[in-house]
């Protein structure tokens, strides 16, 4: 009769231990499954956003160059018709008679001070695109390391749910000291039953 109790108790204690494992390597799958899932959706998210920084950054360089490029052309017709303009006023006061010397002096100081808004203009120009370049790099300065944090926190939070993943999912020590009591007890009982 005792080894008949032994048994039943044995085959219970099994059923339960049996039970609670179970439900253990169900949720130890579940947890991995999603966790499998998050690893995955972070990396996408991460792909997709270097995609579109890439595509932002390259799109956004070739219309600062384009116009970049314009103001250059500019700049250059803008020489060139400086340089034809102050050679004719050059050559027209060596050919008009003294008469006219006033009137050259007039257009003359009129070109000279167009000339100073026109370096004026520029300067005011080369100093927006100076502070443009250095605003455009703060911000991508600002935004690498704000995602820079982020991307490490994000990376930090998986680490731990990995942690606690495997903790669900102990070595053969800690499993072993798990169903001791339950050996004990099982071990216990078959002594009282003798």
């Known amino acids: 009769m005792g080894t008949v109790v032994v048994g039943i108790v044995a085959v219970a204690a099994f059923g339960l231990w049996l039970r609670q494992h179970d439900r253990f390597v169900r949720e130890q799958q579940a947890a991995q499954a999603s966790m499998d899932s998050l690893r995955l959706a972070v990396t996408v998210e991460r792909a997709s956003r ?9 799109a956004s360089l070739r219309a ?21 303009l102050t050679s004719l006023l050059d050559s027209l006061g060596a050919i008009l008679p003294d008469t006219m010397e006033p009137l050259v002096a007039r257009i003359t100081a009129q ?84």
């Open 50 to 58: 270097a995609a579109e920084h890439a595509r932002d950054s390259l």
């Open 111 to 194: 070109y000279n001070e167009l000339q100073r808004t026109y370096e004026r203009t520029l300067a005011a120009a080369d100093s927006a695109i100076a502070v443009r370049d250095s605003i455009t790099g703060k911000i991508v300065s600002f935004m690498t390391f704000d995602v820079s944090i982020l991307d490490a926190q994000i990376d930090q939070c998986l680490a731990q749910l990995d942690k606690s993943i495997k903790r669900t999912n102990p070595g053969i020590l800690i499993r072993v000291s798990r169903a001791l009591p339950w050996i004990a007890g099982a071990y216990i009982i078959g002594r009282l039953t003798r």
């Open 64 to 84: 600062v160059q384009a116009a970049d490029a314009v103001l250059a052309r500019a700049r250059r017709s803008a020489d060139i018709q400086a340089d034809s």
